[in-house]
C-alpha cells in the first residue's frame, strides 16, 4: 500500500480520463481547484517507491463563456460555493462537477476548458425539479454519467435519485439541461452510493449505509428525450413548482448484498440459489432462489409523455411520472434476470462509495459507525461478499474511491489531504461504454485478467481454487462454484480426495468455452460466441448447468443454415440434446431442396453416419410433401 500526498485544500474526486491524444489523464478535484495528477508512468512500474513519488500539478486555468456577449473570461468559482463532486462521461470526453447548488459541464477538449453552468443558479442548496435555469440541488453527494446523455445524482440527505438530462448535439453553446427529474424508486433509507454497470442493458447499482441493490434495467429509457418531450414533461413539473411526488418503494428491487438496519460488517453469499432452466421450456437467464415463494421484481414504468399532457387525463402527475421513467415509456426498472430473492448473510456497516470493475464485480469503500477508518469490500455479481483490505491510514468520516492505470485502487478520504493506493489486480479497470476512447473489453472470464492466468500470472483476488482445463488455469472461488453450478457443489460436498484440494481438474474440457461458463457462473452472462456453441452446450450440460445448455443450443439452431445443419444433427443426435435434435429436424424438412442444392454432399454423410435418423427424415419428408 502506498501513500501519496496531495492537497490541503481537500479531495472531493478523483477521476480518469482520455485526453484528446488518447492519454490516460488522472485529475484531482479539490474544493476550489482541479488539478493534474503527474508522473503517472510510474503506476505501470508497481514499484511502490517509485509510485509514492506521485505529484500534483498546478491548477487548470478553467474558463467560462460570457452569457451577454460569448466572450470566454476567466472562470471564477460564485461566492460561498465550493466543488463538491466530479464525473467523466468515457462517451463524449466531458466532466461534470457538482457544488453545493450548483453542477457544471466543463470541455477539456484542446486545452480550452470551458465550464459551463448546467443546473442552478446559486444560492441556497435546495431540491427542485423542472429545465436546469429553475432547477436546484443540493450538495450533489453522486454524480454518474449514465452514457446515454444523461447524469444520476443523489442529493445530500435523499433516498432517491435524480436524472439530468443533458442537453442534445447541436444546442447552443451555453445550454442549461433541459430537464431535471426525481426518478422512482423511493428507498428505505438515505442513498450513500450509485454505480454504473455499463453492460446491454446498462445496470444501476444503489447503496444505502448498509445494503446494495440492483437493478438490471435502468429506470428509465436510455434514449434521450427530445426538447420538445423535455418541455412537455418540465411544464407538468412547473404547475407543481417542482416540488417532489411520491416514490413508488414498490420498484426497489430485490437486495443484492446486506440488510436495511443492520450495521454488522461480515462478509457472506446470498443463499437459497440454484441454477436452472424457467419454466415452459425457456431457458432461464440467471440463477433463481430454489426455495422461495416467488421472484420480486421490479415493473415497468407507466405512463409517457404522450399520453399524459399536463391537463389531461392523469394531469400533471402523469406527465412527472412519464419523466421518472422515460420519455416514451421506455425502462424497466426492476431486479429482473439478474437479482434473486435469495437472503444475503453478508453484511455492511456504514457505505461511503463504490465503483464498478470491468467484470462487473463492485468495489466498496465502507467505514464503521464508530470509527474513523475505511474498510475496503468486493461484491461480485452473484452477492459473495468479501473483505478485501482493512490496513488504511486514512480517517474521515467519508470515503472516496477511483481506479488509476495498472490496476491501482485509490482511496481516499473525502475532503481528505492524501490519498492510498492498493493494487488489487494489474489488469483491473473500470466499467467503461463499450464506445468510450481506450475501452479494453473485459472479454471472457479467463482470457487474461483475474480468471484466466493473464500475463501476470496472479490470481484473483480472494481466490481459494484453481480450476485447471487442458494447458489453462482458472483462478476461482469455492464459494461461488458451489453457490451456482451443481456440479462443484457435489464435488466439493462429496468427501473425496478432489474436494479439498486447491486444484481441480476438468479432462478433455475446452478451455475457451470453459472461460465463457465461468462468465456466465460468476456475472449471469449469456452472450455465447458461435464458434464455442456445440463446445458450451456440451460442458454445460456436464456441469449440470441446464439453463445455460438449453441456452447455447437454442443459439446453435438459431444459427444453423443449410451447409451445417447435417453436422448439427449428427452431433446433437450424438449428446441426446432431444429439444434442438427436434428444431434440427423441422429447418432440415423446411429446407430440404436448398440443402439438396447447397450441400449435397452432406445428405451422403447423413446416410453413412446415421442411417436411421437419415430414414427417418426420408420417411417424415415423403409425408410431407403429400399433404
Known sequence: MV??????????????????????????????????????????SGDEDVVAGLKLGPPLELRERRSSDGKVMPFSLPEDEEFWRAAYDAVTGLVYIGAKSLIWQLDLSNNANIMTLLVGEGGEEETVDGPGAIARVDRPFCIVADGCGSLLIKDCGSNRIRRVVLPSAGSPSGSKSPLVITLDPEYAANLWAVALEFASPPRMYVATKTAIYRHDTLPYSTTPPTPAECALLAAGLEGASGSLMPGDPSLVPPLLAGREGDNSRADGLVSGLREVAAAGGAAASAVVP????????????????????????????SAAGAARTGAGGGGGGGGGSGCSAGVSSARFSLITYMLLDSLGRLIVVERDPHDVEPYLRMVWPCGLVTTLSTDFNLTGSEFGLALLPGGWLAVHAWSGSKMQLVRLEPGLQPSLPATAPGTVCGGALGSGGPFGGGASGEPAVGADVEVVVGDRSFSCHRAILAARCEYFRRLFQSGFADSSRSKVSLPDADPGAFSLILRYIYCAAMDFPSPLLRALAELADRLLLPAASLTAQRQLLSATCPITVVEDLLWAEGRGFEELLTGLKAYYLANAHRILEEAPHSLEVLMMRSPKLHLELYAAGIKRAKR
Open 3 to 44: 501513500t501519496v500526498r496531495l492537497s490541503d485544500e481537500g479531495v472531493r474526486s478523483i477521476i480518469t480520463r482520455v485526453t484528446d491524444l488518447g492519454e490516460v489523464q488522472v485529475l484531482i478535484l479539490t474544493g476550489s481547484s482541479l488539478r493534474p495528477l503527474l508522473g503517472l508512468s510510474a503506476l505501470d
Open 290 to 317: 430454489s426455495a422461495a415463494p416467488s421472484v420480486v421484481t421490479g415493473r415497468r414504468g407507466h405512463g409517457s409523455a404522450g399520453s399524459a399532457a399536463p391537463g389531461g387525463p392523469g394531469g400533471r402527475n
